[in-house]
């Protein structure tokens, strides 16, 4: 561990000592049981101690050691078993069920912590001259598997770690732009942010344990994105070493220069080179900022509100809607007592009973608002009507401001129910607005036949989580019961079953996870083949030699998931 | 001329006939004498007959020539001089200038008109084979040389028109997506659209004279970007044509899929393949369209506002402001007896003049609103509390009725400068907003200090013509006295100082003109080297032959104006 520098537990998501907790929530349990056939009161096995692992020694080279001790200091490099297996992994099921088995794969040899630009100048060349891999590393919450080596990797590998380039450098108030490097979490940068009066109101669900850089290079979107844009829009400019030099795009508002090189940056996943600071959109922390909640008759309803909220002329910063199931599970999350828990009280259980509903199809919206006192009254008041237009009923401010409070919680309950024999793991897409419906209903359909055929119980609950004028992001969460050894070819089918859903009905491979090697399969029936060939040779010119994260994206040889899944699981 | 495909005529801009005309405008003829000493009122030199012209042979080969006929039939290969004059160049001044004097450089050997996208994947499999030039035309309105062949290019020159590929093919009316060919023109476009009730929204300068594959291939922005969003917001997917392949793209409102591919091509000039139809966003046509002209007492004033209303909560179509000159030359423009020549009237000046106002320093600024009837009312209700805090006024909607009807009537007055001896052009650029007004300063500085060391007249004004969260599109009109034949140079120094200005003053080369020739002496300063060396990367991977449109953007020699002036000149 290096001093102010977060790191992640090596065995799952965020900090030690912090996990899920479901004995507040009386409805969880009976949830998880009806749903997928597990008690989870009953004990689990502990992790095993880190000392337990068979890790594989470092490779590093002594004249490589001296190198990068001479670039950073002996500090800043890195060799010691934990933090090596911590850079070995992202956090998706696949990273978490290996990790667990002790099942490391090529783990870095050396982890590198730069603490300025010139630095990283530095051990790029450093590492490239001796035929070495470089991996970059945020946060390390990546879920399709963009920080691993390739598993036959014969070559020193090298994982930076940009945790020690963690500050907002300036910021240009005029303009709301602000000059940021690369290796921020994201609380901390609004931390830096909001001290000033500022926001970037960009909020993945990994916010806590991702960075800026990471954002960047993933193609990371925000709850709030609606409002602030994509990362893609969001990131005006930026700073990339690569091997012999140092991209630099200034900040600009728009351009015509040619193929957009900064579009090129956004979602190499290192493939290009290590980004080490950006200018961003900032903007005014809002005098209001308010989340309300609505329920819809079903999720068909609500699919069509959001597309209407969208088309009209309000401007919300956010409009969520779960389908029936996810609705089921948001209360069952509900602490005893609380607003969540009464929402579905008698008397509003009462009223949609009333209106002809029924009430397992119920769908659960969130809208987000924000601006002066004026506008938001002003929009709330066109998207009530939207909501009433399509049957939907209001219920005011109470979940939402539990939705904001918690939001960042979600990954915790992967582990918890990793512990208890459950594979849980997450797929999102785009489509336009005309296959929204027909991709909820083809998604869940095929990762329910695929159960089926496994003769296995899980459960699949969406929702939506971003939207654009053409079209939306659904947002589809997965849990099987499989507590067998076998538990990642399941998980492989079920991933799979999902992901071509997603290319038979008009969807993208991914809307804000990245490619990695986890979705590469797929990025031919995604972008067409001359897409691939258009990445590729981007890819391959930059970088001969496949120095800079290989196999990432495109894989080189003829990737296919399930021998992805051999690979791993040799 | 082929039947269905509109041509510009092969001296100016646009159709014979259509010229600007100043006899019913008292002020205009005043305001050129005054700002540069010139008559408008004296006769002028005819237009050379076309047959006057000394049009270099097509060096198209028989066997290439029996290829292209057997893929498009006799009627589709072009090889008449005046197709391919036409067909030669674009329309800066540069072109317009040589073209007048029988300066024809390397006019392209034949011109195709495919009408199938299966006719495009033939010709341009056919075209690479013969190891010949392909350059992609669509309304030919392009003034940054990225329709002409390279000076010394020694094999065969073909170039493509798109005009038969001019059909809205589709329209998602629940996603707002149109799937539209590339070779429609603008006015085609929106007319299929709207006979359906929709709109894309995209009105550029040229919208006219240019189509939509030029709006991708160069990232065109049109007036109404501000709500609209520009051409690579709109374009959501898109086929593009390249040798042995063809890019499909499939509408998506948002990806994480790597390296975008779509913001590759947007901006390739040509330079990746020929792009033959997008997905694009489109809107239904709203209930109200208004457009308010406001004063302000000075350019920076407007500036100002221009910028609060972005940060706003009002979500504007549009927002313009032009500095003091080109507020002038506004006025100048005013019919006897219109709205627009009874501005500035007595009661309105005096006014001015109560506020303490210079008259010299006035900016007038057009503000567009789009929506509901009440969705507008409030919004206005934002922007006039903003024009109010800049010390400005409103005074209606007469002279943006006036704009919105002679918006596009601007490039046919660069021609009637012309046949008068004033040599003008056009230089646009974004900056973040803390640089607006510095770069109004230093840019127009530049051009008068180039006037001054040249000893001639010129004019420069400029307005803020698009809007963004972080900055602006400033867009600059120059004229310059001099009849010799000596004005290319005289141009040469003009633009130049002025880009330079640009790249000094934190702007780009170009907001959305593209690169073409004209602007690639800038590229380095702009991306950085590394910049260029991702593009150049790029372009080279994918044609190693350089067959696609070769020598725009990137340069593969060493780029510079004054020696590609040399060359025009030659």
Redesign the interface.
């Given at each position: 561990m290096i001093e102010g520098v977060k790191q992640q537990k090596w065995w799952g998501w965020g900090e030690e000592g912090h996990s899920y907790g479901y004995k507040d929530k009386p409805k969880f349990a009976p949830f998880v049981m009806k749903k997928v056939g597990v008690d989870i009161a009953l004990p689990v096995k502990p992790i095993p101690p880190f000392s337990s692992l068979d890790v594989p020694p470092s490779r590093l080279s002594e004249s490589l050691r001296q190198t990068l001790v001479g670039i950073l200091g002996e500090t800043y490099v890195q060799t010691d078993d934990e933090t090596r297996v911590v850079h070995a992994f992202g956090k998706g099921v696949r990273d978490l069920v290996r990790v667990r088995r002790g099942e490391l794969g090529r783990v870095p040899d050396v982890v590198l912590y730069p603490g300025t630009q010139r630095e990283v100048e530095r051990l790029v060349d450093a590492v490239v001259d001796a035929d070495a891999v470089l991996i970059p590393f945020g946060g390390g919450s990546n879920i399709v598997a963009a920080l691993e080596a390739e598993p036959g990797e014969s070559r020193q590998v090298v994982s930076v770690n940009l945790g020690r380039l963690n500050k907002v450098l300036e910021i240009?108030e005029?303009?709301?732009?602000a000059h940021i490097q690369a290796g921020v979490f994201g609380p901390d940068m609004e931390d830096q942010l909001q001290a000033r009066g500022w926001t970037m109101g960009h909020h993945p669900d990994s916010f806590v344990w991702s960075t800026l850089g990471g954002w960047i290079a993933?193609?990371?979107?925000g709850m709030q994105s609606d409002k602030y844009g994509?990362i893609?829009d969001i990131t005006?400019g930026l700073t990339?070493v690569?091997p012999g030099?140092?991209?630099?795009?200034?900040?600009?508002?728009?351009?015509?220069?040619?193929?957009?090189?900064r579009?090129?940056?956004?979602?190499?996943?290192g493939r290009?080179g290590i980004i080490t600071s950006a200018w961003v959109?900032v903007?005014?922390v809002p005098e209001v900022r308010e989340i309300q909640a609505y329920f819809y008759p079903t999720y068909a309803d609500g699919l069509k509100a959001c597309?209407q909220i969208v088309?009209s002329?309000a401007?919300v910063m956010m409009a969520r809607v779960s389908d029936a199931l996810e609705t089921e599970y948001i209360m069952a999350n509900g602490k005893k007592g609380s607003k969540l828990s009464s929402l579905v009280s008698k008397g509003i259980q009462k009223l949609m009973l009333q209106k002809g509903w029924d009430l397992s199809q119920i769908a659960m919206s969130f809208v987000g608002f924000e601006?002066?006192k004026s506008?938001v009254r002003?929009t709330k008041g066109i998207v009530g009507k939207i909501v009433r237009d399509n049957g939907g009923m209001g219920v005011g401010k109470g979940p939402g401001a539990l939705y904001d409070q918690k939001k960042y919680d979600t990954p915790y309950l992967r582990d918890f129910m990793l512990d208890r024999g459950l594979v849980c793991d997450v797929s999102e897409t785009?489509?336009?607005?005309?296959?929204a419906e027909q991709m909820h209903t083809n998604a869940t359909g095929a990762f329910y036949k695929a159960m089926d055929e496994l003769g296995l119980r899980g459960v699949v609950f969406c929702h939506l989580s971003?939207s654009?004028?053409?079209?939306?992001?659904q947002y589809f969460t997965f849990a099987i019961n499989d507590d067998s050894e076998n538990n990642l070819v399941t998980y492989d089918v079920a991933k799979r079953a999902i992901q071509q859903a997603f290319m038979d009905n008009?969807g993208?491979?991914?809307?804000?996870?990245?490619?990695g090697e986890e979705?590469s399969p797929w990025?031919e029936q995604?972008?067409?083949?001359?897409?691939v060939?258009?990445?590729r040779?981007?890819f391959?010119?930059?970088d001969p030699g496949r120095n800079l994260n290989p196999g990432k994206?495109?894989h080189d040889g003829a990737p296919g998931i399930s021998t992805n899944s051999a690979d791993h699981m040799a």
């Amino acid at each position: 561990m290096i001093e102010g520098v977060k790191q992640q537990k090596w065995w799952g998501w965020g900090e030690e000592g912090h996990s899920y907790g479901y004995k507040d929530k009386p409805k969880f349990a009976p949830f998880v049981m009806k749903k997928v056939g597990v008690d989870i009161a009953l004990p689990v096995k502990p992790i095993p101690p880190f000392s337990s692992l068979d890790v594989p020694p470092s490779r590093l080279s002594e004249s490589l050691r001296q190198t990068l001790v001479g670039i950073l200091g002996e500090t800043y490099v890195q060799t010691d078993d934990e933090t090596r297996v911590v850079h070995a992994f992202g956090k998706g099921v696949r990273d978490l069920v290996r990790v667990r088995r002790g099942e490391l794969g090529r783990v870095p040899d050396v982890v590198l912590y730069p603490g300025t630009q010139r630095e990283v100048e530095r051990l790029v060349d450093a590492v490239v001259d001796a035929d070495a891999v470089l991996i970059p590393f945020g946060g390390g919450s990546n879920i399709v598997a963009a920080l691993e080596a390739e598993p036959g990797e014969s070559r020193q590998v090298v994982s930076v770690n940009l945790g020690r380039l963690n500050k907002v450098l300036e910021i240009d108030e005029v303009s709301g732009l602000a000059h940021i490097q690369a290796g921020v979490f994201g609380p901390d940068m609004e931390d830096q942010l909001q001290a000033r009066g500022w926001t970037m109101g960009h909020h993945p669900d990994s916010f806590v344990w991702s960075t800026l850089g990471g954002w960047i290079a993933t193609r990371s979107s925000g709850m709030q994105s609606d409002k602030y844009g994509d990362i893609a829009d969001i990131t005006r400019g930026l700073t990339m070493v690569m091997p012999g030099r140092v991209l630099e795009l200034r900040p600009l508002p728009s351009t015509s220069s040619g193929p957009s090189v900064r579009e090129m940056v956004l979602g190499s996943e290192g493939r290009l080179g290590i980004i080490t600071s950006a200018w961003v959109n900032v903007h005014r922390v809002p005098e209001v900022r308010e989340i309300q909640a609505y329920f819809y008759p079903t999720y068909a309803d609500g699919l069509k509100a959001c597309r209407q909220i969208v088309e009209s002329d309000a401007e919300v910063m956010m409009a969520r809607v779960s389908d029936a199931l996810e609705t089921e599970y948001i209360m069952a999350n509900g602490k005893k007592g609380s607003k969540l828990s009464s929402l579905v009280s008698k008397g509003i259980q009462k009223l949609m009973l009333q209106k002809g509903w029924d009430l397992s199809q119920i769908a659960m919206s969130f809208v987000g608002f924000e601006g002066s006192k004026s506008h938001v009254r002003y929009t709330k008041g066109i998207v009530g009507k939207i909501v009433r237009d399509n049957g939907g009923m209001g219920v005011g401010k109470g979940p939402g401001a539990l939705y904001d409070q918690k939001k960042y919680d979600t990954p915790y309950l992967r582990d918890f129910m990793l512990d208890r024999g459950l594979v849980c793991d997450v797929s999102e897409t785009t489509t336009p607005w005309a296959y929204a419906e027909q991709m909820h209903t083809n998604a869940t359909g095929a990762f329910y036949k695929a159960m089926d055929e496994l003769g296995l119980r899980g459960v699949v609950f969406c929702h939506l989580s971003h939207s654009y004028h053409s079209g939306a992001c659904q947002y589809f969460t997965f849990a099987i019961n499989d507590d067998s050894e076998n538990n990642l070819v399941t998980y492989d089918v079920a991933k799979r079953a999902i992901q071509q859903a997603f290319m038979d009905n008009h969807g993208t491979v991914s809307h804000h996870h990245g490619v990695g090697e986890e979705h590469s399969p797929w990025m031919e029936q995604d972008i067409s083949p001359a897409g691939v060939h258009i990445q590729r040779t981007l890819f391959e010119g930059i970088d001969p030699g496949r120095n800079l994260n290989p196999g990432k994206i495109i894989h080189d040889g003829a990737p296919g998931i399930s021998t992805n899944s051999a690979d791993h699981m040799a």
